[in-house]
């Protein structure tokens, strides 16, 4: 059975430091991962994806995500944290399953609150 | 402008009524889904569609019920089975693969008075 953990509830850094935060999962086959960040009160918004090829994937805003295939593992970094980056993270699998069967749903992490303090 | 509209992005309802909240994409994406969130928890899966005409339960469809009769549009109904309804619900849509992200609508809170 697929699965996602996001083992930090919160991660708070100082403004200007690197951040990370972590995401592991569980697959029976290959996986298709994807970050997506939420603000207060809104939808959810795609941040970046790994499909295959390099493991290091850039995407919006200044953030990138490294894939390790040993350790089953996605975390999403940036060099240099912003106060506006203060939001709700979410670390997504899917198996690469083709889209019409029940396996290949997407599931979600619980989510990790990222805190930039000035 | 190509999105996810969803609407009303507040719904009160009286305890025992029905209540419907509309999801209409223009994306073209064959795939719908619905969430629900919880404060300080994650996203969990209600219903999904991949078809026109079809749709599975996710993991907690007790309570919901839903209909898929144009590609644009997977309206959800939350009824008065459903014991706990107050949350924030999100409607998402997907194209064709499945290394293709979701696009998520901006969410209806829904308060049970």
Redesign the interface.
């Known amino acids: 059975a697929q699965s996602v953990a996001q083992p930090e509830d919160q991660v708070n850094v100082a403004e200007g430091n690197p951040l990370t935060v972590k995401c592991t999962y569980s697959v029976s086959g290959n996986p298709y991962l994807f970050w997506y960040v939420q603000y207060p009160n809104r939808g959810l918004q795609f941040l970046l994806k790994y499909i295959t090829g390099d493991n290091l994937v850039k995407g919006s805003y200044g953030f990138e995500a490294e894939f390790n295939k040993s350790q089953t593992s996605f975390h999403l970094k940036k060099p240099s944290a912003l106060v506006s980056d203060s939001a709700l993270y979410f670390c997504a699998v899917r198996d690469s399953a083709p889209t019409y069967s029940s396996a290949s749903k997407i599931i979600f992490g619980s989510g990790t609150r990222l805190s930039i303090r000035p | 402008d190509g999105g996810?509209t969803?609407s009303p992005k507040y719904l009160f309802r009286k305890e025992g009524q029905n209540v419907t909240l509309s999801c209409e994409q223009n994306l073209n994406h064959d795939?719908m889904y619905w969430?629900r969130q919880d404060p300080?928890?994650?996203?969990r899966?209600i219903y999904?569609s991949?078809i026109v005409n079809d749709f599975?339960k996710g993991d907690i469809a007790e309570g919901y019920s839903v209909s898929r009769e144009k590609k644009e549009s997977f309206p959800l109904t939350v009824t008065s089975a459903q014991k706990n309804p107050t949350a924030?619900y999100?409607c998402?849509s997907h194209l064709?693969?499945?290394?293709n992200?979701?696009?998520?609508?901006?969410?209806t809170?829904l308060t049970v008075l």
């Open positions: 996810i969803q795939a969430y300080g928890q994650g996203l899966l999904y991949q599975q924030f999100l998402a064709g693969e499945s290394y992200e979701q696009f998520f609508g901006p969410g809170r």
